[in-house]
Nanobody, 123 residues
């Protein structure tokens, strides 16, 4: 059984930085593809970034160069460092995990999700 619990987030002005974390409770932690998604008000949930068990990363074009996904295997924790934040980055941020290939996985391929955490960027 896999459990994901997010923390961090909050409110920040445009241009600022935030970090969200996701603790992953899973015996299969080392084999997981872990990703971040976000959902803006009135919009569908979208892919933000992923990291393979090999530490290969992938980013959506909208966050490339501004966001960094990483993980601390000793703490079973996934991170998303968000810099140069924009108002359009506002939304609920979700971590997701599963034993899938990160580079081809779609949202429906992930069976394990966190509860989501709010990030608000004001102009």
């Amino acid at each position: 059984h896999v459990q994901l619990v997010e923390s961090g987030g909050g409110s920040v002005q445009a241009g600022g930085s935030l970090r969200v974390s996701c603790v992953v409770s899973a015996s299969t932690y080392s084999t997981l593809c872990m990703s971040w998604f976000r959902q803006a008000p009135g919009k569908e949930r979208e892919f933000i970034a992923s990291i393979e068990s090999t530490n290969t990363t992938n980013y959506a074009d909208s966050v490339k160069g501004r966001f960094t996904i990483s993980k601390d295997n000793a703490k079973n924790t996934l991170y998303l460092q968000m810099n140069s934040l924009k108002p359009e980055d506002t939304g609920m941020y979700f971590c997701a995990a599963d034993v899938v290939y990160c580079d081809v996985a779609q949202e429906d391929d992930y069976n394990y999700w966190g509860q989501g955490i709010q990030v608000t960027v004001s102009s």
